[in-house]
């Protein structure tokens, strides 16, 4: 998995590429995710255009610091899901946890901005 990470403000933009798949990319992404937690972002956007495939430890990782990110007062947004995504969150319950949106909702910086 890749990324590209931008913090504009109170906001943080992440936007994933590539699969989401065994642990050195949960590690990745925990990192990435606890990092935002306590950069003090009141938002974090994860792009997920781009983002093919997550197993369980990448869902696993969402649901252990979603609580961590509602007591902070942050809102965790993912944005483009794939069907794959989609699906895998769909189908562990996860997708009524978090706040998942289309592509055209995200509101971080464009292509050429990041």
């Known amino acids: 998995m890749d990324f590209d990470k931008i913090v504009k403000s109170d906001q943080l933009f992440l936007r994933l590429r590539g699969a989401c798949l065994g642990d050195d990319n949960v590690r990745q992404l925990t990192n990435l995710l606890l990092e ?20 369980y430890r990448g869902l696993r990782v969402l649901l252990q610091l979603l609580p961590q990110f509602e007591a902070m007062g942050t809102t965790l947004l993912l944005c483009g899901l794939q069907p794959a995504v989609q699906e895998r969150l769909d189908s562990s319950g996860l997708s009524s946890l978090l706040t998942l949106l289309p592509a055209e909702a995200y509101n971080g910086p464009d292509q050429k901005g990041f």
């Open 36 to 55: 935002a937690a306590h950069c003090g972002a009141q938002r974090v956007w994860l792009d997920c255009r781009h983002l093919t495939q997550m197993d």
